[in-house]
């Protein structure tokens, strides 16, 4: 029975190790964080047709590379950078309760741009400046 047990676990260790580091996240990054990621590049792919031919970053077979910031070290605000292929992302938000998150996109491949909205706690996006 022992070996049994050690047999299992031998298999389900690793399987848990490798989907917790998925993608590359660091786990202390926010769920927020990754929403307003997601949710400002499916509205970016969805609202800009001269943008069509880029694709979808996460279906890039490569990690985000993930950095925690905090500019000028102020307390209260909590920032990441997402970056992959020519994709860099930038969600901050204040640190409350139901916190909004300020999105800035910059592509720099093929077709480069920048753009910056808002992501509410419901995934809804807010357009406030799009630049190619």
């Known amino acids: 029975m022992g070996l049994v047990i050690a047999f299992i676990a031998a298999l389900v260790i690793p399987a848990v190790f490798l989907y917790a580091t998925r993608d590359n996240e660091a786990t202390d990054v926010s769920e927020g ?4 990621r997601d949710a400002a590049i499916e509205y970016i792919l969805e609202n800009y047709p001269e943008l069509s031919g880029l694709g979808d970053p996460s279906k890039i077979r490569m990690p985000w590379q993930v950095d925690t ?12 950078q997402f970056t992959k292929g020519g994709w860099s992302i930038r969600v901050s938000n204040a640190v409350v309760l139901e916190p ?3 999105v800035e996109v910059e592509f720099t491949g093929d077709g480069a741009f920048c753009w910056k909205g808002t ?14």
Do not use: H, T
């Open 33 to 36: 964080s990754v929403l307003g």
């Open 69 to 80: 910031l905090n500019p000028d070290r102020l307390p209260g605000l909590y920032a990441v």
């Open 119 to 132: 992501v509410d706690q419901a995934g809804n996006v807010s357009a406030i400046e799009f630049s190619q």
């Open 100 to 102: 909004v998150y300020s």
